[in-house]
């Protein structure tokens, strides 16, 4: 929106009432029309705009605590706290520049260094605190940080990792660095004062394709996408938020920010398990509530009351988009005002992105009476300028060609830090390939049907992997989490076929057996591919998960690349395999015997 028209609109604007913390719809125009708001000055914009800076705003969950034992956050202590942490970094040298690693499970720490990092002009470097900390050490290594925030139980072991690596400039605990009083003074100039294109931090994809990615994310580009939502993000005088996301991923910093630039109370949880947001959701009673897929996924198989999502409006996800069987599930629960009046059943924003785009760039608003379903992700973002679909040469594809998903977006990152030749792989034409496999049909809707690294080339053509796991969802209910892969196919080595590794409830009671069957007859009804095996984990998890509580494909294609060549133990995990293959899998087993007797003669 142009500062001339927020100005003019500004002067018709009523004057509501909103709740203390809240910014106003006057303040939140102006807001918008600030050009030089973005995600490295926000707070001082908040505060300029506040209209009670003592108002509670965050709500911090520490881990297995309950209401009493929320700690509270307003404006003034996120002010506070920011310039504390400032004059502990720039005491240590810290300038300008300067990648520092962040590597807590406390939230709220993780937020606030984040700000007092660029609030000196250095760059966070955030980590997921379930990275295994020797593969922190390497990633920080690469990006030549000079020095580390880390809870004080992993600090021993990432230090391990760094063996054979440039050591820090200086290592922190994060909780002797909170007790410590404010240490110095600040630098000449503060805050700093960002350009358009500074770095305002770093953050790694998922890991789920191998080491972590480095995307590094400007001050304006970061910002871009959330602009728009400073006026349509619910935020009236009785909604408050539940940030499901973890806090130290992009997205929690996003809608962190989001909280903090409009003023809505959240309550940020430490654990994004389905549980424990559950048990958080029937006292804190959010209109909104935020996850990735796989939050809501639990929620759903742990059989959420409707009580503890009586007041929710909205529910946000973003990442991978999410399956049909989670939506229809949640968009019951909750209400929405229609005609002035509360009605049952909420919205679920449903958003594809990845760390790189900044933000969910595609999104499939569904409701209660909503049908756009079947991998749909809807139209792109307003912020998206063009999306298209290229085949493997880099030619556009035509509406339901199946081909490369691409971008051309302000939001996208500024590449990857000290990896120039993987940015430059990731554009092509001036756009950026999202590393997803869809298509677009007639209306200019878009369609996910698998991560690029994860199509499985079996002897009839390729399978989408996410269009086999939308069966399987619909068809189980008790199925928490899965994901399909491909293993070496027996009958044709140099293809694949698939297979499926499931999570289960604990109160499960079906045989692998009987699970594949009745998963293979979904699927044929479905005209999917079926599945050649299975292999499920009940109570304890053994199927390997990223740091972020994705299933990791890769590990999983690693750990059963063979399973339909041999019947060896498979660590506790319960396998089963169809007939056919059970079949050909004896078949193989006869073969080394005969060729000995053969030899013997």
């Known amino acids: 929106m142009r500062l001339r028209s927020v100005k003019r609109h500004l002067a018709s604007v009523p004057r509501m009432h909103f709740g203390p913390s809240h910014r106003g719809l006057r303040a939140r125009l102006e807001l918008l029309a600030t050009r030089q708001l973005g995600a490295g000055d926000f707070l001082w914009h908040a505060l300029e705009r506040g209209q009670d800076h003592q108002a509670p705003l965050f709500h911090h969950l520490p881990p297995g605590g309950g209401p009493e034992d929320v700690v509270v956050y307003s404006l003034a202590d ?33 937020f606030v260094h984040f700000l007092a990092l660029n609030s000196i002009g250095a760059i966070p470097a955030v980590i997921n605190p379930n990275m295994v900390p020797d593969t922190a050490a390497r990633y920080l290594s690469r990006l030549d940080a000079v020095g ?98 973890p806090a130290s991923h992009s997205s929690g910093y996003s809608y962190m920010m989001m909280a903090t630039v409009i ?73 929405h005002r229609s005609n002035g009046a509360w009605r049952p059943g909420s919205h679920y924003l449903d958003g594809l992105g990845a760390s790189e785009m900044g933000m969910a760039l595609f999104l499939n608003i569904h409701g209660p009476d909503t049908e756009a379903y079947g991998r749909c992700v809807g139209y792109p973002e307003p912020i998206v300028e063009d999306a ?47 590393g997803d496999v869809g298509y677009r049909d007639e209306k200019g809707r878009f369609y996910h049907y698998d991560r690029t690294t994860d199509v499985i080339t079996t002897r009839r053509g390729p399978v989408y992997s996410l269009t086999l796991e939308e069966e399987i969802f619909k068809a189980c209910r008790v199925v928490v989490d899965c994901a399909v892969v491909g293993v070496v196919d027996p009958v044709e080595p140099t293809s694949l076929a698939p297979i499926a590794a499931l999570r289960l409830i604990d109160q499960a009671n079906l045989s692998a057996e009987e699970l594949l069957n009745q998963i293979n007859v979904a699927l044929r009804r479905a005209g999917r ?30 750990r059963f690349a063979h399973l339909l060549l041999s019947d060896d133990d498979d660590g506790g995990l319960e396998v089963a395999r169809t007939p056919t293959e059970q079949s050909v899998l004896r078949r193989l087993a006869a073969q080394p015997a005969v060729e000995s007797d053969a030899a013997h003669a």
């Open 78 to 110: 996120l002010r506070d706290e920011t310039e504390r942490y400032a004059r502990w970094f720039h005491s240590q040298g810290v300038t300008h520049g300067d990648r520092v690693g962040v590597f807590t499970r406390n939230g709220m720490a993780s």
């Open 148 to 245: 580390v925030v880390v809870d004080a139980d992993k600090l021993g072991p990432l230090l391990n990792g760094l063996q054979d690596a440039r050591p820090f400039r200086f290592t922190a605990s994060q909780e002797e660095m909170h007790a410590a009083p404010p240490a110095g003074p600040l630098p000449p100039v503060y805050p700093y004062r960002h350009g358009d294109r500074d770095p305002v931090l770093i953050s790694h994809s998922s890991g789920t394709t191998g080491m972590p990615k480095a995307a590094t994310f400007g001050h304006r580009q970061f910002f871009a996408g959330k602009r728009p939502r400073i006026m349509t993000l619910p935020s009236g005088r009785d909604d408050k938020m539940l940030l499901a996301f």
């Open 529 to 558: 591919h079926e599945l050649a095996a299975l292999v499920i984990s009940k109570g304890e998890n053994k199927i390997p998960l990223g740091v972020t509580g994705k299933v990791l494909k890769r590990e999983v294609r690693a």
């Open 263 to 335: 003023g809505l109370p959240t309550l940020v949880m430490e654990s994004q398990d389905g549980a424990t947001v559950a048990a958080a959701m029937r006292w804190w009673k959010p209109s909104v509530v935020t996850g990735f897929p796989i939050t809501f996924s639990e929620l759903i198989a742990l059989g959420l009351e409707p009580s503890a999502a009586a007041n929710v409006t909205t529910w946000i996800s973003t990442a991978d988009a999410s399956h049909e069987a989670h939506v229809r599930e949640l968009v019951r629960l909750g209400r």
């Open 388 to 434: 298209l679909v290229f085949d493997e040469h880099g030619r556009e594809l035509g509406p339901n060609q199946v081909g490369f998903l691409a971008v051309h977006t302000p939001t996208v990152t500024l590449g990857y830090w000290g990896d120039h030749e993987l940015t430059h792989k990731s554009i092509r034409q001036g756009y950026w390939l999202t």
